[in-house]
């Protein structure tokens, strides 16, 4: 059975930093995509930032430049490095594997409560 489990989420003032964690149960690279997303309250979910296998990665336009997405295969985890850190980032984040056969996988999520 998949597992995801993400790790990292904490109460930081703005302008601060977190690495986030997604730990896999299985080698990341048995999976065609992995991704992070998130969501605040009220809101959809919505895709922060993703990297296929082939190491193709995208960010959504509001955390260009601010959080940068990597993956340790020896560890099976995939990252989330946040910076300059905002209010407006305040939300659960989740990660997210697809595999070559169309499954999704979801964590549980972790909390990211920036204070202003």
């Known amino acids: 059975q998949v597992q995801l489990v993400e790790s990292g989420g904490d109460l930081v003032q703005a302008g601060g930093s977190l690495r986030l964690s997604c730990a896999a149960s299985g080698a990341i690279f048995s999976y065609n995509y992995m991704g992070w997303y998130r969501q605040a309250p009220g809101k959809e979910r919505e895709l922060v930032a993703s990297?296929?296998?082939?190491?193709?990665?995208y960010y959504g336009d509001s955390v260009k430049g601010r959080f940068t997405i990597s993956r340790d295969s020896a560890k099976n985890t995939v990252y989330l490095q946040t910076n300059s850190l905002k209010p407006d980032d305040t939300a659960v984040y989740y990660c997210a594997a697809a595999n070559d056969g169309g499954s999704t996988y979801w964590g549980q999520g972790t909390q990211v409560t920036v204070s202003s």
């Open positions: 990297i296929t296998r082939a190491g193709t990665i």
